[in-house]
């Protein structure tokens, strides 16, 4: 029943920026924690930033500095403005969100959006 989607991927110039935008539609669900994966040809999927529902947040040390994430709880939509972008930020970005369903901790995941840094 629940569905991320996520919208914003593109084509970007190293140094250019990017905003990538995740809606949860289609339940009232509260989710624990909301935020944005990313996975490179031949890497593994890895965490570049998270938001609580306390506004508490992390960023994978790769990208502090140059992104930064916003959580709407009660729209249950999160954002991931990223800048000084570099070519190895090349990734399929997925959002994430963690929630409890019937009280069982569970992940929902978009079908990500693909980000390419290149000159």
């Known amino acids: 029943q629940v569905q991320l989607v996520e919208s914003g991927g593109g084509l970007v110039q190293p140094g250019g920026s990017l905003r990538l935008s995740c809606a949860a539609s289609?339940?009232?669900?509260?989710?624990?924690?909301m935020g944005w994966y990313r996975q490179a040809p031949g890497k593994q999927r890895e965490l570049v930033a998270a938001i609580t529902s306390g506004g508490s947040s992390d960023y994978a040390d790769s990208v502090k500095g140059r992104f930064t994430s916003s959580r709407d709880n009660a729209r249950n939509t999160v954002s991931l403005q990223m800048n000084s972008l570099k070519p190895e930020d090349t990734a399929v970005y997925y959002c994430?969100?963690?929630?409890?369903?019937?009280?069982?901790?569970?992940?929902?995941w978009g079908q990500g959006t693909q980000v390419t840094v290149s000159s």
């Open positions: 994430n969100a963690k929630g409890l369903r019937w009280g069982v901790p569970i992940d929902y």
């Open positions: 289609g339940s009232s669900f509260r989710f624990n924690a």
